[in-house]
């Protein structure tokens, strides 16, 4: 009887699936009218002086390549990837770079807002999901906010 107390206060004691942290560090940022997050997990640094070489014979959305430490990144504007007009360039315009399963990439962005945790449990699917290919989830904030997630593996996917 002693061996299934034992075995019952260590199944008592393991953590239950419910329990694992489903909270991530997501690093924010807008993109015309829109307020997206990616994990940090994937988030390189972001650099604010940069000099863009353009490509011929590439999608309008590849705004080119930058030199960063003597690695060559393809930079897209993602704003144009997702079908909308090209992002102004303003004074808090910036570049963030990805690494997404070993590919690295810069995104242009209009501006990044801080880093928040999200609860993954709270992220809804968005409506209409074939019109946005680059986006997989949203999340109402308590200010009344949307954020939408992007989906990284599409984005790397997609930047040639």
Request: aromatic content about 4%; overall charge negative.
């Amino acid at each position: 009887m002693a061996e299934q107390t034992n075995l019952s206060e260590e199944i008592l004691d393991t953590p239950d699936q419910d329990e694992v942290s489903t909270i991530e560090r997501c690093l924010t940022f807008k993109s015309g009218d829109l307020i997206l997050y990616i994990s940090t997990r994937h988030v390189i640094e972001i650099i604010n002086n940069y000099s863009i070489t353009t490509l011929p014979l590439v999608p309008p959305y590849i705004k080119g390549i930058i030199n960063l430490r003597g690695q060559v990144l393809p930079v897209v504007d993602i704003q144009m990837r997702m079908g909308k007009a090209e992002a102004e360039s303003g004074t808090e315009t910036c570049i963030i770079v990805l690494d997404i399963d070993s590919v690295s990439l810069g995104i242009i962005v209009d501006s990044v807002r801080q880093v928040i945790d999200i609860d993954l449990k709270n992220v809804r699917p968005i409506p209409l999901k074939r019109q946005q290919k680059l986006l997989d989830g949203m999340v109402n904030m308590e200010d009344g906010s949307v954020f939408m997630s992007v989906d990284c593996q599409a984005l790397a996917r997609a930047q040639y």
